[in-house]
């Protein structure tokens, strides 16, 4: 087992060469940079570095546990994210483009007004907040168990330095930044879950018995067609489309890294080759966890109850010393890679959506959006803490869950401007958006309540969106212009 210190010093080590880079790209920055990247970056670029941004701590340790809890039914979640990236590439990008956007939530001014503008940016903060933290969770978490546990340093204390590690190399260059970093991250991402797997190989007694016992049609079946478990193919699927439109097609972290490229065409590549590798590496994770679970099996090791902490235990514990620094590398990678993306957009988004950065000095701009930027770590340390404390199932499936409900609004007042020609009421559309989720939730509880045996999934985000349509529907009136 590694000494906690000599694990210390390689994560600093990692984290210098982050500063460097950012210290290197900050010299040719300027106030635009943050937010655009000055529209310059390589599309291949931003489709590598976009694998480590949407991966996230949760795919390099919940992913690879959960495979304990339900064999490899997310895959089917996952072939409706591709068929989501395409509709991203094919329709959403080139209009961000045509209409020259920083913020997408702009957009909505036009067809919702202002209030439709600021409560869908609104939902997008609360969400993203959410969501980063519950990644950065899972990378302190195991930076905790690592490092500060054996040298007496309270969790506290692990996730502060975590978010001003990430402040540090993110202030100066913000997106400019990100776009670089997150390639360097997801390299690190890649060679620490194969260097995994190959030493699973070469330390397992019967080889030929790890792989035969990968069995896809049954203990580690892909697909499942009982109408009834939360794991039906058909609402993963399809839950799987909505959710990466809404987690991807309109969420200004994701966006923000397309409108780096220089122009739409670009974007939509870098789309579908991002969607292509993303669907692979997702694979890779999940034989990784089958053959975690069958290595574990073969050696007679006791696991956690706990699936999260399957991968860690076995790396930190069983592994070799390189694998274990390479493990803490990869989920350090994993979960900064979107961290430090999470906090550069929903610090554009506050600047531009609500404080109107644009309109003030130049100089006060940056005081501002350096402020912002501080602000938002403090509310993340916050949400941490209570995850920390409240928490008690996979994160996979908790982010999604929280998903469901804070992104469903969002997707629906997308849809609804973007198909419709009725402009809401205009003090509508915030109570409703908070309606839709509190109405969601409540189905979910009346299904329970009467002893149904149907199990709600991923499929929470499609209700809560067409509930927000409804809604929104209902309390409009028509106008005569056209839709988006």
């Not at 620490?192 to 007694?205: D, G, L, Q």
């Not at 235990?313 to 493990?327: D, E, G, Q, Y």
């Not at 506050?350 to 000095?361: G, T, V, W």
Request: proline content about 3%.
């Amino acid at each position: 087992m590694l000494e906690p210190k000599s694990i210390l010093y390689y994560f600093f080590g990692y984290f210098v060469l982050l500063l460097i880079l950012s210290v290197i790209i900050s010299r040719k920055s300027t106030l635009k940079s943050f937010y655009n990247g000055d529209r310059q970056s390589p599309w291949y670029i931003v489709a590598f570095g976009m694998i480590g941004a949407t991966l996230s701590g949760v795919t390099f340790i919940s992913v690879p546990g959960e495979v304990a809890n339900s064999a490899f039914y997310y895959l089917q979640f996952v072939l409706g994210n591709f068929v989501g990236y395409l509709v991203i590439a094919k329709f959403l990008l080139p209009y961000y483009y045509k209409m020259n956007v920083v913020s997408i939530y702009s957009t909505l001014e036009k067809r919702l007004g202002t209030t439709g503008h600021k409560t869908t940016s609104f939902l997008f903060i609360i969400s993203k907040l959410i969501g980063a933290a519950f990644r950065l969770f899972l990378a302190v978490l195991v930076l905790q168990m690592a490092i500060s546990d054996p040298l007496g340093i309270p969790f506290e204390a692990t996730v502060v330095v975590a978010l001003l590690l990430i402040w540090l190399y993110t202030f100066r260059s913000g997106i400019k930044v990100v776009v670089w970093s997150d390639t360097i991250q997801t390299t690190v991402l890649l060679i620490a879950v194969i260097a995994t797997v190959v030493w699973i190989f070469k330390n397992t007694p019967d080889v030929s018995g790890l792989v035969n016992s990968v069995d896809l049609g049954n203990k580690y079946a892909i697909f499942n067609f009982d109408w009834r478990s939360s794991n039906f193919f058909l609402k993963q699927f399809v839950a799987g489309i909505f959710m990466a439109i809404a987690l991807n097609g309109f969420d200004q972290d994701i966006v923000q890294k397309n409108l780096t490229c220089k122009n739409a065409g670009q974007a939509q590549k870098n789309m579908i080759w991002f969607s292509i590798w993303f669907v692979i590496a997702i694979v890779l994770f999940l034989f990784l966890g089958a053959f975690l679970m069958e290595y574990s099996n073969q050696m007679g090791l006791a696991l956690p109850e706990r699936s999260d902490r399957i991968f860690p235990f076995l790396a930190l514990n069983h592994f070799s010393k390189a694998v274990a620094i390479l493990f803490i590398l990869g989920i350090s990678a994993a979960a900064f890679s979107s961290a430090d993306s999470a906090t550069t957009a929903l610090t554009t988004a506050i600047c531009i959506d609500f404080i109107k950065i644009d309109k003030l000095p130049d100089n006060f701009q940056t005081h501002v959006r350096n402020w912002t930027h501080v602000g938002i770590s403090f509310l993340l340390f916050g949400i941490i803490m209570g995850f920390y404390e409240f928490n008690d199932e996979s994160v996979v499936v908790a982010i999604f869950k929280a998903a469901g409900y804070t992104y469903g609004p969002i997707l629906g007042i997308f849809t609804f401007a973007f198909f419709t020609k009725r402009r809401p009421w205009r003090f509508s559309i915030f109570p409703i958006a908070l309606l839709a989720p509190a109405a969601t939730f409540g189905i979910t509880k009346l299904v329970d309540n009467f002893g149904f045996s149907y199990q709600f999934g991923f499929e929470l985000i499609v209700i809560n969106a067409f509930i927000t349509w409804l809604l929104l529907f209902f309390f409009s009136i028509k106008k005569k212009f056209r839709s988006l």
